[in-house]
């Protein structure tokens, strides 16, 4: 009888026999955000952002399919809602305003001016929208 090599087991993951190269590449997002620009902040921006961290706080331990969920309803409840409930559409994307124009605020020192036309446009839009559900208009 033939003498019996010892072959090392295979895992079928590893691949060639070997031994892996770990390649460090810099980790690029798909999307680079802006470099935090060093800013001053003012004794009342350092009070809103003191007051804000615990509700970030709460707000980042949820998780994000629920964050998702709720502004999404809030969104649609507050479109569909028309008639003598038009009001209560009012308040849903009210809500949603605050809680967009909240965000804009906290991350305003951040963004580029672009960024920041964007997000101030859309929170004008639901309260624009808001507008007009209040009045019968929409």
Do not use: C
Request: avoid cysteine.
């Amino acid at each position: 009888m033939a003498a019996k090599k010892n072959k090392p087991k295979k895992s079928g993951v590893r691949g060639p026999s070997m031994p892996q190269q770990r390649v460090s590449r810099p980790s690029s997002p798909a999307h680079p955000s802006p470099a935090p620009r060093d800013y001053v902040r003012s004794p009342r921006r350092a009070a809103f952002e003191r007051w804000s961290f615990p509700y970030m706080a709460r707000l980042t331990a949820l998780p994000r399919w629920l964050l998702i969920i709720a502004i999404g309803s809030s969104l649609l409840l507050g479109l569909v809602l028309s008639g003598s409930f038009g009001w209560l559409g009012a308040i849903f994307l009210l809500v949603l305003a605050a809680f967009l124009g909240w965000l804009l605020a906290l991350s305003w020192p951040l963004l580029s001016g672009g960024r920041r036309f964007m997000r101030l446009l859309v929170v004008a839009a639901l309260i624009g929208l808001a507008y007009l559900k209040i009045t019968g208009q929409l």
